[in-house]
């Protein structure tokens, strides 16, 4: 079973900075892209940012600058530098992997657990 724990996140306010880790664990064979989406109150889950396992990194665009994430392939962690905070930014983030279990299954999605980042004005 493929596992994704998350840490960081909280309050703060505007101009403020918050981190966020997830490191996988359980059964991997592989692991792809991994990222961070956020979903704010009455809107759609969005992508943040995400990162290939050579390290190729994708932004939204309104946190182009702002955010940074980073991986490390060894210790199977993904993490994100948030500066700059907006109240904009807030929101339930979740931790996403594309993960193959085994050699043998299939990619699939994961997804951590999600931790709220309150950003106020």
């Known amino acids: 079973q493929v596992q994704l724990v998350e840490s960081g996140g909280g309050l703060v306010q505007a101009g403020g900075s918050l981190s966020r880790s997830c490191v996988a664990s359980g059964s991997i064979f592989s692991i792809d892209f991994m990222g961070w989406y956020r979903q704010a109150p009455g809107k759609q889950r969005e992508l943040v940012a995400d990162i290939t396992s050579g390290g190729v990194t994708n932004y939204a665009d309104s946190v182009k600058g702002r955010f940074t994430i980073s991986r490390d392939n060894a210790k199977k962690t993904v993490s994100l530098q948030m500066n700059s905070l907006r109240p904009e930014d807030t929101g339930a983030y979740h931790c996403?992997?594309?993960?193959?279990?085994?050699?043998?299954?299939?990619?699939?999605?994961?997804w951590g657990q999600g931790t709220q980042v309150t950003v106020s004005s």
């Open positions: 996403n992997a594309k993960v193959r279990p085994q050699i043998w299954r299939s990619w699939g999605d994961y």
